[in-house]
């Protein structure tokens, strides 16, 4: 059976059109399972009934008469169980209804199977058979495999509009990724083809090596200038700190990265482009392959920068649409930052991407532009959207293709709303985030560009929460030496100086090897990363906590924060090192005074040894995205399961009182970093248990600076209380929704269903 399986999906998914489709389906189903019928309802929601769509073996005419509501007849209770329904005898079933058109009369056996996508139900699947017999196990999980098959066909069907009667009469198909950008926009769909296939390059042994090495720095330099064009074009829209990504651009191009690794190749008997195609290739394979969604994500910047310099060495031009309508909405495989330079930013509606999650460079600057953007849209047909009618929802990770026009009216007046808010919460960003009862909170950034600066932040933030120190790691062949680390560091600890600055040792490992330090293992999410890679590497610990500790002379803002700690022997391994690294600097006549140390809460093994670690370092750092993602086992980025990602779930929220307690308890100071602290009912709650510092990205600044500045360190833990009585994460969103309804804050949280 797998091998007919095997071809009829392939046959299916080779089909010219959606009726080719099932009508292929339909009859391989039948040759297959030896059945006298096989049929396709379709639930059409407009008569909010069950249509025979397509069938071989009942009367032909019967086909779009025939419907039945939920829950009617034998095909209707399969829907409304959304369960399989196996019967030797149909007919003596209480919910059998007959009809005379179909001429099913004569068949007893029956079994359907309903067919669902992202959860909503779609349709029913059928077989029949005059035979009065049971279909075994392994028929009905065929015929199963065969609706989940199914499923995606029609979700294609629904965005390019050739089965508008699966959503609504007028159209209206429904997508569902993961929210990258916040933020709502209407508009017009421009579909972007990557500039250039670095899977389709050929071999070829070069005549003149000197020749090629020549084209490859000629065209390097032309993207560069692009990149450079591209980030001027950029500088009056976004900070400085946005900015900085397309400097990381530049030094991914430069001599010590992809040119001289793609050098190599050349003088090793490989053409420019088959040259480049391999490194870009290579460097792509192992950052697809990490846990960490920042540096995942770094994958998508290599393969852009890859298409870009292979279309100057083919002498083509990237592939980009000669006019952006207004409200453009860009939707590729991949949406590069250098391309968002192209558009022009009053054209600019919003972003949608099929690869790429909240943790890509686009996001960033898609936050710092204030577009929305919805990514790992997985199920979107690409090249029939050009030019149909878009809401893109960066809130829910929503995206409506050729949307009613009451919906439209909708989002509308709440793109309206979100305008004027904006403009009100900047008047104030300057003013202190504190407490209608004096309750003061410390707000802090997280950052993890390789050239970041805090001038415009410095008088709204308390410093750095977070600063992640992967990036030098990336953008080279080798480990970085101490004097270029140190040289990174400095610029961060100067830029936000007196503030401090918590830089996070540096985090790979498992499935997020370098180039240059591949790790291969069954199971990289819980295998060797973190804190463990660096304590068995301690020469590589060394010259990074060197390097900080030389960046922080005479500033005094560092702060050493341990990553992806689960135990407190790793804790005294990092700090004997640490010391070591003064001492050693010490003897080189350099008077480093011991900084701040503080482990990352994000393991939940370490939510059982805060006492044991509290004698050990001096603050904690919760990750509580990392922390949601191990208490639930979910992976925020992978839209199949991103809806059982939740922050506020009851026992996320119940781990986070605890620790908030304990280390009141033992005296040690304790932030959060995460979607939590920058959402603004979600920083309630932690100020609620007692956090006094939330570290979020800048643009959550101002709704949470609001949010604590209107509400009461009372109130604040009043609505802890009642929210930690409640039982799922439905009923918490619910309730801190009326509760700052209540307060009249409701403006203040993403607008919902």
């Given at each position: 059976?797998?091998?007919?399986?095997?071809?009829?999906?392939?046959?299916?998914?080779?089909?010219?059109?959606?009726?080719?489709?099932?009508?292929?389906?339909?009859?391989?189903?039948?040759?297959?399972?030896?059945?006298?019928?096989?049929?396709?309802?379709?639930?059409?929601?407009?008569?909010?009934?069950?249509?025979?769509?397509?069938?071989?073996?009942?009367?032909?005419?019967?086909?779009?008469?025939?419907?039945?509501?939920?829950?009617?007849?034998?095909?209707?209770?399969?829907?409304?169980?959304?369960?399989?329904?196996?019967?030797?005898?149909?007919?003596?079933?209480?919910?059998?209804?007959?009809?005379?058109?179909?001429?099913?009369?004569?068949?007893?056996?029956?079994?359907?199977v309903?067919?669902?996508?992202?959860?909503?139900?779609?349709?029913?699947?059928?077989?029949?058979?005059?035979?009065?017999?049971?279909?075994d196990?392994?028929?009905?999980?065929?015929?199963?495999?065969?609706?989940?098959?199914?499923?995606?066909?029609?979700?294609?069907?629904?965005?390019?509009?050739?089965?508008?009667?699966?959503?609504?009469?007028?159209?209206?198909?429904?997508?569902?990724?993961?929210?990258?950008?916040?933020?709502?926009?209407?508009?017009?769909?421009?579909?972007?083809?990557?500039?250039?296939?670095?899977?389709?390059?050929p071999?070829?042994?070069?005549?003149?090596?000197?020749?090629?090495?020549?084209?490859?720095?000629?065209?390097?330099?032309?993207?560069?200038?692009?990149?450079r064009?591209?980030?001027?074009?950029?500088?009056?829209?976004?900070?400085?700190?946005?900015?900085?990504?397309?400097?990381?651009?530049?030094?991914?191009?430069?001599?010590?990265?992809?040119?001289?690794?793609?050098?190599?190749?050349?003088?090793?008997?490989?053409?420019?482009?088959?040259?480049?195609?391999?490194?870009?290739?290579?460097?792509?394979?192992?950052?697809?392959?990490?846990?960490?969604?920042?540096?995942?994500?770094?994958?998508?910047?290599?393969?852009?920068?890859?298409?870009?310099?292979l279309?100057?060495?083919?002498?083509?031009?990237?592939?980009?649409?000669?006019?952006y309508?207004?409200?453009?909405?860009?939707?590729?495989?991949?949406?590069?930052?250098?391309l968002?330079?192209?558009?022009?930013?009053?054209?600019?509606?919003?972003?949608?991407?099929?690869?790429?999650?909240?943790?890509?460079?686009?996001?960033?600057?898609?936050?710092?532009?204030?577009i929305?953007?919805?990514?790992g849209?997985?199920?979107?047909?690409?090249?029939?959207?050009g030019?149909?009618?878009?809401?893109?929802?960066?809130?829910?990770?929503?995206?409506?293709?050729?949307?009613?026009p009451?919906?439209?009216?909708?989002?509308?007046?709440?793109?309206?709303?979100?305008?004027a808010?904006?403009?009100?919460?900047e008047?104030?960003?300057?003013?202190?985030?504190?407490?209608?009862?004096?309750?003061?909170?410390?707000?802090?950034?997280?950052?993890?560009?390789?050239?970041?600066?805090?001038?415009?932040?410095?008088?709204?933030?308390?410093?750095?929460?977070?600063?992640?120190?992967?990036?030098?790691?990336?953008?080279?062949?080798?480990?970085?030496?101490?004097?270029?680390?140190?040289?990174?560091?400095?610029?961060?600890l100067?830029?936000?100086?007196?503030?401090?600055?918590?830089?996070?040792?540096?985090?790979?490992?498992?499935?997020?090897?370098?180039?240059?330090?591949?790790?291969?293992?069954?199971?990289?999410?819980?295998?060797?990363?973190?804190?463990?890679?660096?304590?068995?590497?301690?020469?590589?610990?060394?010259?990074?906590?060197?390097?900080?500790?030389?960046?922080?002379?005479?500033?005094?803002?560092?702060?050493?924060?341990?990553?992806?700690?689960?135990?407190?022997?790793?804790?005294?391994?990092?700090?004997?090192?640490?010391?070591?690294?003064?001492?050693?600097?010490?003897?080189?006549?350099?008077?480093?005074?011991?900084?701040?140390?503080?482990?990352m809460?994000?393991?939940?093994?370490?939510?059982?040894?805060?006492?044991?670690?509290?004698?050990?370092?001096?603050?904690?750092?919760?990750?509580?995205?990392?922390?949601?993602?191990?208490?639930?086992?979910?992976?925020?980025?992978?839209?199949?399961?991103?809806?059982?990602?939740?922050?506020?779930?009851?026992?996320?929220?119940?781990?986070?009182?605890?620790?908030?307690?304990?280390?009141?308890?033992?005296?040690?100071?304790?932030?959060?970093?995460?979607?939590?602290?920058?959402?603004?009912?979600?920083?309630?709650?932690?100020?609620?248990?007692?956090?006094?510092?939330?570290?979020?990205?800048?643009?959550?600044?101002?709704?949470?600076?609001?949010?604590?500045?209107?509400?009461?360190?009372?109130?604040?833990?009043?609505?802890?209380?009642?929210?930690?009585?409640?039982?799922?994460?439905?009923?918490?969103?619910?309730?801190?929704?009326?509760?700052?309804?209540?307060?009249?804050?409701?403006?203040?949280?993403?607008?919902?269903?």
């Open positions: 059976m797998l091998e007919i399986l095997r071809r009829i999906i392939q046959e299916v998914n080779g089909a010219r059109s959606l009726d080719a489709a099932l009508a292929t389906m339909v009859r391989r189903i039948r040759k297959a399972m030896r059945a006298d019928v096989c049929s396709f309802y379709l639930y059409d929601a407009d008569q909010k009934a069950l249509v025979l769509m397509e069938t071989i073996g009942l009367r032909t005419q019967a086909v779009g008469h025939v419907a039945l509501p939920i829950g009617e007849g034998l095909v209707g209770t399969v829907a409304r169980r959304e369960e399989p329904l196996n019967l030797e005898d149909a007919q003596s079933h209480p919910n059998f209804r007959y009809f005379e058109a179909t001429g099913e009369e004569r068949y007893s056996s029956f079994l359907g309903p067919i669902i996508h992202q959860r909503r139900m779609l349709g029913v699947l059928v077989v029949q058979q005059a035979e009065r017999r049971r279909y196990e392994e028929e009905e999980a065929f015929l199963v495999t065969m609706a989940a098959q199914l499923a995606g066909v029609l979700a294609h069907a629904i965005a390019t509009g050739s089965l508008s009667q699966l959503a609504r009469p007028d159209g209206q198909a429904t997508f569902i990724g993961v929210a990258a950008s916040p933020g709502m926009a209407i508009g017009e769909a421009v579909v972007l083809a990557p500039p250039a296939d670095l899977d389709s390059v071999d070829l042994v070069p005549s003149d090596v000197e020749y090629e090495i020549a084209r490859l720095k000629e065209a390097i330099g032309q993207v560069k200038e692009d990149i064009a591209a980030g001027e074009r950029l500088a009056n829209r976004i900070s400085a700190q946005e900015l900085a990504l397309f400097e990381v651009y530049q030094q991914m191009l430069g001599e010590a990265a992809l040119s001289q690794e793609v050098e190599k190749r050349i003088r090793e008997g490989q053409w420019a482009p088959g040259a480049l195609a391999d490194v870009v290739r290579r460097h792509v394979q192992y950052l697809e392959r990490v846990d960490d969604d920042y540096l995942r994500e770094r994958a998508a910047d290599v393969r852009d920068l890859g298409r870009r310099v279309a100057h060495l083919q002498e083509e031009s990237p592939r980009t649409p000669d006019e309508p207004h409200g453009t909405v860009l939707i590729g495989d991949e949406i590069s930052v250098a968002l330079g192209e558009v022009p930013r009053e054209r600019l509606g919003g972003l949608v991407s099929v690869r790429g999650s909240s943790n890509s460079h686009v996001a960033i600057i898609a936050r710092a532009m204030g929305p953007l919805v990514s849209m997985v199920d979107l047909p690409l090249p029939r959207l030019g149909a009618k878009l809401i893109v929802d960066g809130h829910r990770g929503r995206l409506f293709v050729r949307p009613a009451e919906l439209i009216s909708h989002y509308q007046s709440q793109i309206n709303e979100e305008r808010l904006s403009a009100l919460l008047n104030e960003q300057d003013l202190p985030s504190v407490t209608p009862d004096n309750h003061s909170m410390t707000l802090m950034v997280n950052t993890g560009l390789a050239v970041d600066t805090g001038a415009s932040l410095k008088s709204r933030i308390g410093g750095v929460g977070l600063y992640r120190t992967e990036v030098p790691f990336m953008i080279t062949e080798r480990f970085p030496g101490e004097q270029e680390q140190m040289r990174m560091y400095r610029e961060q100067e830029s936000f100086a007196p503030l401090p600055v918590v830089m996070r040792t540096l985090d790979i490992g498992g499935d997020k090897d370098l180039p240059y330090f591949p790790i291969e293992e069954a199971n990289p999410f819980l295998g060797w990363r973190g804190i463990r890679v660096t304590l068995d590497h301690p020469e590589v610990l060394m010259v990074q906590v060197r390097a900080m500790l030389r960046a922080s002379l005479g500033l005094d803002n560092l702060q050493i924060l341990l990553p992806m700690v689960s135990n407190v022997e790793e804790v005294d391994d990092a700090l004997r090192l640490i010391d070591r690294a003064i001492d050693e600097l010490g003897e080189e006549g350099l008077d480093v005074s011991r900084p701040l140390i503080g482990v809460i994000e393991v939940p093994a370490t939510l059982y040894q805060l006492e044991a670690l509290s004698r050990r370092v001096d603050f904690f750092s919760v990750g509580s995205n990392d922390l949601t993602q191990y208490l639930l086992a979910v992976d925020r980025n992978n839209p199949r399961v991103a809806e059982l990602y939740d922050s506020c779930h009851p026992a996320v929220l119940l781990a986070l009182y605890r620790l908030a307690t304990e280390s009141q308890r033992l005296g040690v100071p304790t932030s959060v970093c995460g979607e939590l602290a920058g959402d603004p009912a979600g920083a309630l709650l932690l100020m609620g248990m007692g956090f006094q510092t939330l570290s979020m990205n800048v643009p959550s600044l101002p709704r949470v600076r609001a949010a604590i500045r209107r509400v009461s360190a009372k109130a604040a833990t009043e609505l802890l209380t009642e929210t930690l009585a409640l039982d799922s994460p439905k009923e918490v969103r619910h309730h801190l929704n009326m509760r700052l309804k209540g307060w009249k804050l409701a403006h203040l949280l993403p607008p919902r269903d």
